[in-house]
């Protein structure tokens, strides 16, 4: 199915049915288990597949399709609970009809952390899925193989889990047997995290502004490889990354170079190390040539070239405002953005002057929002589809601030922590710090504009306004 892009988690992306675990799944009657977070888990899945495509994968009770379509409607609009609903209808379920395929957590950049179990599971004779289209665009029956081939087409966004077991599932009942009940996140080995064909993400422990704790390495291309933002020198951290290296060097695709976004700590730290290990070139933007040595210079309009069989050039796009000189990366075929710490997967960034300027910080988003990014690789927290939707709601969120700020302002001089208190009253307290950078951007913006007006240390609302 793809998600929806109106969805909060993995909105646009490619999945199975699926979801979190309800208060009443646990009190469920299913049979065949004695274990109860797998009885819950497989619940939930029952559940789950009767909410979001009409699947009933019960072995009693009515079963014949009016009764399911008037039970479903009672379940989607709330007048029911699926657990009521079963006892009405006599419905029974066993935990032989949902075998394990294999046990998930989500990475440590993912916005949000999840631990997920998979089943497998035989569409009952006469049963037809039917997608709920509040959380789903669209579904479809479609050969393991055939959506494996979607993927490396670059046409659809697959998170780590699902994409390994379409490889087992495309192998066979052997394949079924070795890899999933082997699921890799289970054995303490992650996965090759590859949503899009040629990106291959790799989170390296770094010391960036909370809540990230992991800078998202790069790895973009099918033949010669661009390294993105390397951000841990740490030897760890590079181990990791180099292991990842390695196994795509043993599939033909070999590093060619490394590219940065822009020169934070948080992503610069394995560069020398990386530059000296592999002999590849660094770039990055002129204008923090003074921070990083640069093998060579990128600037807006440029295409970096990397030689594939599938066409992989990215073109270098100029976005200031969080950082001087930051850069994304457009993959134009797979409507991808590699767009550093410009657009985090949690939150909003901070912009801190004199580096950092809202007016253009919110110029780069605008401009972004019409390129037809479909996909964004952040630096820091999840990959997200729908693209433009999150693009237009971080515009809106500052703008929004920025009317706060305005709001804030009278005839009284008032200091930064004063005003900050009047403008982030929603942001949580521990975190006016940061909030106070940011706030100095949006009234620096305001004084351009002439509705705000700076007395050494304070601020004031100007008398025209």
Request: net charge negative; glycine share 10%; hydrophobic share 40%.
């Amino acid at each position: 199915m793809r998600r929806s892009d109106a969805v909060s988690f993995m909105p646009g992306f490619h999945a199975f049915v699926g979801g979190l675990a309800g208060p009443d799944d646990p009190a469920l009657p299913l049979e065949g288990t004695a274990d109860e977070r797998g009885r819950t888990l497989r619940a939930c899945a029952v559940r789950e597949a009767f909410e979001e495509i009409g699947v009933l994968l019960a072995r009693e009770g009515q079963r014949d399709a009016a009764t399911l379509e008037e039970a479903r409607e009672r379940l989607l609009c709330g007048e029911a609970t699926f657990g009521a609903l079963a006892k009405d209808c006599g419905w029974r379920f066993h935990a032989g009809d949902l075998p394990d395929a294999g046990r998930w957590m989500t990475p440590p950049f993912s916005s949000v952390r999840v631990d997920a179990s998979y089943f497998l599971a035989r569409l009952p004779e006469g049963q037809s899925p039917s997608i709920d289209d509040s959380e789903l665009a669209d579904g479809e029956w479609i050969t393991a193989a055939a959506a494996i081939e979607r993927w490396r087409r670059g046409e659809v966004t697959i998170a780590a889990p699902i994409l390994h077991t379409l490889q087992a599932i495309a192998e066979g009942e052997d394949g079924l047997a070795r890899r999933l009940v082997d699921a890799p996140a289970r054995a303490g080995t992650p996965p090759r995290i590859e949503l899009k064909w040629g990106i291959v993400l790799h989170p390296m422990k770094t010391k960036p502004l909370p809540p990230a704790t992991h800078t998202n390495a790069y790895l973009v291309g099918d033949d010669r490889v661009a390294l993105i933002d390397p951000g841990s020198g740490e030897p760890a951290e590079l181990e990791a990354l180099e292991s990842i290296v390695a196994r795509l060097a043993a599939d033909g695709r070999t590093l060619d170079r490394i590219l940065l976004t822009h020169a934070h700590p948080d992503h610069i730290g394995g560069v020398a190390a990386l530059r000296e290990r592999h002999g590849v070139p660094v770039f990055g933007h002129a204008a923090i040539a003074d921070t990083v040595r640069l093998d060579g210079t990128l600037k807006d309009g440029d295409v970096v070239a990397l030689p594939s069989r599938d066409g992989w050039d990215l073109e270098v796009i100029h976005t200031p405002g969080h950082a001087r000189g930051h850069l994304c990366f457009f993959h134009r075929r797979t409507r991808s953005l590699l767009c550093g710490d410009h657009i985090v997967g949690l939150g909003t960034v901070i912009i801190d002057p004199p580096e950092g300027d809202m007016a253009d910080y919110i110029a780069s988003l605008e401009r972004l929002a019409g390129l037809g990014v479909e996909t964004l690789f952040p630096a820091h927290g999840s990959p997200q589809g729908a693209a433009p939707r999150r693009i237009r709601a971080l515009i809106a969120h500052r703008l929004e601030r920025e009317r706060k700020v305005a709001e804030a302002l009278d005839g009284e001089p008032r200091s930064l922590a004063a005003l900050v208190e009047r403008a982030y009253a929603d942001t949580s307290r521990e975190l006016w710090p940061y909030a106070e950078r940011s706030l100095l951007a949006h009234l620096l913006k305001l004084e351009r504009e002439g509705r705000a007006v700076r007395t050494g240390e304070t601020w004031r609302r100007t008398t025209s306004s």
